[in-house]
């Protein structure tokens, strides 16, 4: 059987003919619907020839590269049976491909080994093999999503009647010869999402992330792409691990001609041990592909979460936090005050962070008592909620679960309830260690005292769920933990969810370290870094947004001078910069001015009329020559609607930087391009503005003009902003 999947502008052709597992054929730009006779020729063109000093017939990559098959690259799957059963062979058993119709067409055409699915639903092929000699099956499951996104997941049984450890099993999948850069992520806490990018060279380029988490280092998308590819132009191709805990992403070129990109998890000696008849899933591998550049692969994605039914629906509120306003020092009548000016510029949801909890007066005791103080909240937090609900807000609580602190009752009354090495426990971060969630009586304890405080105060409707170190030297029963403890942690949020409702989660770690797609399937944002410096927030927010929508990461105004940076910075620049997002505040606005508190409060205001097109349009990103320039946007799936916002990062070689091009509208449309009304002009270096920004009238021109020859933009002082609102025009 070779079968053609198709879905959005992405085609996948397998062969799956046999005897051995199928191979990917092709990954990437869709093909079209091809004549019958066409998808066996597609496939004899790819084989590769016979040349000197190599195997004695051609060599294929499969879904799971073997040596077996002559593949001397990094192993699809390394594993052992007490030394034996080292090396597989697999035989293909079934190939069942599942293709809705998706658009109420005729059902899908099948004939004799052709199948070609053009649906617009989502397809799913699932194989089934076997090796019986070394005593195992595997099911590898595939699905093209209706956006065009596609996932791999891998399935591993033990048929033996012996243990088999697991080493590495890693989902990967062919890339073209044409891709020869490679882009990736990389950072530290409150620098998260650095790009860097480089020729693809032969060998592997290999991401780890051996934090317990996610990390701040992590890659979100793993990129290949035609020599310069940018925001909105080159062909890419792209993966993400979606695993929040230890995780592989991995680059291999091989000097036999062939390219792959994968990903899965990364397992610690004798971590993954299978009993005869159990099993070991994979996370699943998400790939995309772009023939539009780094936009076209956000575009497929975004649009992926979005269908979701788990993705947010409705308007996001706009949220404080008052971790940067009071820390640990919690006062009822400060809180009060705060909520009072929240409420007054537009806030929808105040969240109480840290320090509400026993013994929290600093971060060095309480982590693990769940139990609300009594010294400082003695009537409760319910005073403070229904202050707070009486405004027309949500109340958010902070709570970081996974976490103890050794200065806590509950450390006192368990020590064993913590990950660690036999015999000692793990470097101390923060001054807390990890509790064992793997642990039943641990999972038990922490899922009754969550359940317990939502249950007993009236209003809490989202948790910020932090996680504030490593997981290092993370023991379980004497062996490694990673596994379990993650997949525990899902088992929490998924119970916790289920018992309540409509509550809402926020994936916070240390800032942006726990930011991946699986546990997005059971939070509602995350938290993209604890920087909210607004110039550092730029690049963070800009490559965050490679693979989450803005909805989903919250993008918040800090205060004047950054806490994390001691820069400073306008009010105009830090709120451009937070509007592209999950929108808030993370500031004292109890004690700021009059005049601030109206200009914030019209920012706010600003951000909920174009709530609608920020959460819901496609996002685009400019390519401007100039390193000092950067511009981005949203646009609205119509074309009728977008904003833009320009930045100047630095000051530049050029006195006044080239014209700034806006991308995504109709090149046959007339757009109105000016600034918002309500909102203060940015500081400019120059005498007189260029001639469209003299009045409030603006410029009208055609959508093939501002994309293409762009807009002559004022001299912006550095770390200044100019938003752009766009409008058809009749």
Known sequence: MIVHLRRARTSLVLDARGPGLPRVVHWGADLGPLPAGDLPALVDATVPPVVPSSFDAPTVLSLLPEASAGWSGRPGLAGHRD????????????????????DGGEAVRVSGEERDHGGAGAARVTVRAADPGAGLSLTVEISLSAAGLLTVRHRLRNDGDRPYEVRELTPVLPVPAVATELLDLT???????????????????????????TGHDATLLLVAGTPGFGFGHGETWAV???????????????????????????????????GPGEEYVTPLLYAVHSAEGLDGLSDVLHTHLRARPEHPRG???????????????????????????????????????????????????????????????????????DHVRKHGMQFGLWV??????????????????????????????????????AHPDAYAHLLDRLDAVLREHDGIAYLKWDHNRDLTEAGHAGRPGVHAQTVAVYRLLDELRARHPGLEIESCSSGGARVDLEILRRTDRVWASDCNDALE??????WTGLLLPPELIGTHIGPERSHTTHRVHDLGFRAVTALFGHHGIEWDISGISATERTELAGWVALHKRLRPLLHGGRVVRVDHPDPAVQAHGVVAHDRSHAVYA?????????????????PGLDPSRRYLVRPPAGVPEPALLELAPPGWLAS????????????????QLPALHPEQALLLEVTAAG
């Open 83 to 102: 030394g034996r059963d080292w090396s597989t062979a697999f035989h293909l058993d079934t190939v069942d491909v599942d293709d809705p119709r998706g």
């Open 187 to 213: 950072g530290r806490w409150c620098r998260e999402r650095a790009p860097q990018r480089h020729p693809w060279p032969m060998g592997a380029w290999v991401r780890e992330g051996r934090h317990g988490r």
């Open 240 to 274: 993400h691990t979606a695993w929040s805990g230890d995780h592989v992403t991995v680059a291999e070129r091989r000097p036999t001609g062939e390219a792959t990109l994968g990903g899965g998890e990364l397992l610690a000696p004798g971590e993954m041990l299978l």
């Open 315 to 385: 308007p996001r509120p706009v949220t404080l936090n008052v971790w940067e306003a009071v820390y640990f020092d919690h006062d009822l009548d400060r809180l009060k005050g705060l909520a009072d000016r929240a409420a007054e510029v537009g806030v929808e949801r105040f969240v109480l962070d840290d320090g509400w909890f026993r013994g929290r007066r600093h971060d060095r005791a309480g982590l693990g008592d769940w139990w609300v103080d009594d010294d400082v909240w003695p009537d409760g937090l319910q005073p403070l909620i």
């Open 400 to 437: 970081e679960p996974e976490m103890v602190n050794p200065d806590s009752d509950l450390f006192r009354a368990h020590p064993d309830w913590v990950l660690q090495a036999p015999g000692r426990l793990p470097p101390g971060w923060r001054h807390q260690q990890v509790l064992d969630l």
């Open 537 to 542: 927030r730029l690049s963070i927010q800009r």
């Open 646 to 662: 320009v930045s100047r990062l630095a000051t530049s070689a050029a006195q006044v930087p080239g014209a700034v091009r806006l």
């Open 696 to 711: 409030d009238r603006g410029v009208t021109l055609s959508g093939s003009v501002l994309g293409s020859v762009g807009l």
